[in-house]
């Protein structure tokens, strides 16, 4: 089973290890395996679910919502997020006005077949609307019931302050930060995460496993594995091209040996390792096969060692991005 952590300064927990259905729910894989991977999440005791409306323009939420409909709602937590355009077009289809949050609310209720979500995120800054204009917004949403708790995601340590202090004036709070974070990828450590435990924030991480990248299966000079993200041409291989150098995909196979040590797989060490530090709430995954779901939640209680942490970061080197 999956540990709970409490998200930010609230009486939230949540899965320590979280579901999230980017690139692949309603684009990657066909909705009976997104199904599936939905059923494998629940019967390995996730009970948190993240999505947002831009996933697969709008398709990703109701995938998500059709797969848990039957499941009891108080026994969720589904997070969504709100930022960019999910119809046409048009000037106000974007960021975070009041008029775009609050109508991207009702758009994101219906096709996840829920009341409410338990968390509402803005996805990422927006610099053209007043922040005290987004706050108002996301206030009047938490007073209708729509959403429980509100959180950010990608936004700057300042940005975070500052959204913090206008919440609190507000009468809600911040809860959550949702940024990339990995063994490869640790550009939060220096600033975000200072900024969010002085104002009770957590993290919930994206890519946790390099979008598949520190599972090991890439290995330099060879293709990349039939099925996998990096050979979907409907997003997926532009996304995980960042991490496609041979400089990378060598430093990530001397992982190896580390993760034989606690008995672990790699995809499941990378997990446990963005678990180690106390600001992170959740490790966000995803997955295009049920089978990876129920590796990756192994990973849920796992304590490495500080003598293995840091044969971790020699093992990586130079490739580290801080
Ligand atoms: P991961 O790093 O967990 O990568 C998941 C992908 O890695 C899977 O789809 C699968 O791809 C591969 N994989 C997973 N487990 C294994 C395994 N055990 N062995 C081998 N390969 C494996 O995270 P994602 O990049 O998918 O992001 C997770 C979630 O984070 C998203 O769904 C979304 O909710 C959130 N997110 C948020 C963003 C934001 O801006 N707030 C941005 C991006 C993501 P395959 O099999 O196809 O190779």
Redesign the pocket.
């Known amino acids: 089973m999956v540990n709970y952590r409490y998200l930010g300064n609230s009486g939230l927990k949540i899965t320590e290890i979280t579901?999230?259905?980017?690139?692949?729910h309603g684009s990657?894989v066909e909705n009976d395996i997104a199904t599936q991977c939905v059923r494998a999440a629940l019967d390995a005791g996730i009970s948190t679910f993240?999505?947002?409306d831009v996933?697969a323009n709008t398709k990703a939420e109701q995938v998500l919502g059709d797969a848990l409909k039957g499941e009891r709602r108080e026994s969720l937590e589904i997070f969504t997020?709100v930022y960019w355009p999910t119809g046409p077009g048009g000037p106000n289809d974007t960021g975070l006005s009041r008029k775009h949050v609050m109508e991207s609310i009702n758009g994101s209720l219906t096709r996840l077949g829920t009341d409410y979500v338990d968390l509402y995120?803005a996805?990422?800054y927006d610099t053209e609307t007043p922040l005290e204009e987004t706050m108002q917004a996301f206030a009047d949403i938490v007073r209708q019931g729509k959403a429980l708790y509100i959180g950010v995601?990608?936004w700057t340590a300042d940005q975070i302050r500052e959204g913090a202090a206008l919440a609190k004036d507000l009468g809600f709070q911040l809860i959550s930060s949702?940024?990339?974070y990995?063994m490869l990828w640790r550009v939060i450590e220096d600033e975000v995460i200072p900024a969010s435990k002085e104002n009770g924030i957590s993290q919930i991480v994206?890519?946790?496993?390099?979008?598949?990248v520190?599972?090991g299966?890439y290995v330099p000079g060879q293709a990349p594995?039939a099925?996998?993200?990096?050979t979907?041409d409907k997003g997926?291989a532009k996304?995980i091209s960042r991490f496609m150098n041979d400089d990378v995909l060598a430093a990530v196979q001397n992982l190896k040996p580390v993760a034989d040590e606690l008995d672990l797989?790699m995809?499941?060490l990378?997990?446990a390792w963005v678990l180690q530090n106390d600001n992170v709430a959740a490790?966000?995954?995803?997955?295009?096969?049920p089978?990876?779901v129920a590796?990756?939640v192994k990973a849920s209680g796992v304590r490495i060692p500080a003598e293995l942490m840091a044969k971790i970061d020699e093992a990586l080197g130079g490739v580290v991005e801080r």
């Open positions: 579901y999230g259905n980017w690139l692949t990657q993240d999505t947002a996933y997020k995120q996805h990422r995601s990608e949702q940024p990339q990995s994206w890519s946790p496993i390099a979008q598949g520190l599972s299966k594995p099925g996998s993200r990096a979907d997926g996304m797989t995809a499941q990378a997990v490790a966000l995954v995803g997955a295009s096969r089978e990876q590796e990756n």
